[in-house]
């Protein structure tokens, strides 16, 4: 690969990243959504093709749950690798 392709690469994935951060900061300030970007991120990332509207995806009981499970995915996370 040219490095003048790998530049546009980099370029493109940049303004992606950009862009999906601030998409999730308007999304968040129209919503009133109490957490944080990250948490965000990861709900959307794992709820990529559901069919459930935003609002009530990233609703406090939706949330709620999120949290539980991703929670248990640490535990899971260290106990794999060792760390517990």
């Not at 003048?4 to 129209?30: D, P, W």
């Not at 919503?31 to 009530?56: A, C, D, H, K, W």
């Given at each position: ?9 980099i370029?493109?994935?940049i303004?992606?990243?950009v ?66």
């Amino acid at each position: 690969m040219s490095n003048l392709f790998e530049g546009q690469i980099i370029k493109t994935q940049i303004g992606i990243a950009v862009s999906v951060y601030v998409l999730v900061a308007i999304v968040r300030k129209r919503l009133g959504i109490p957490v944080s970007r990250y948490e965000v991120l990861q709900i959307l990332s794992l709820t990529m093709f559901e069919r459930v509207l935003l609002n009530q995806l990233l609703a406090e009981t939706v949330l709620d749950e999120y949290r539980h499970d991703s929670a248990n995915q640490m535990i899971f996370s260290r106990i794999t690798l060792g760390r517990y």
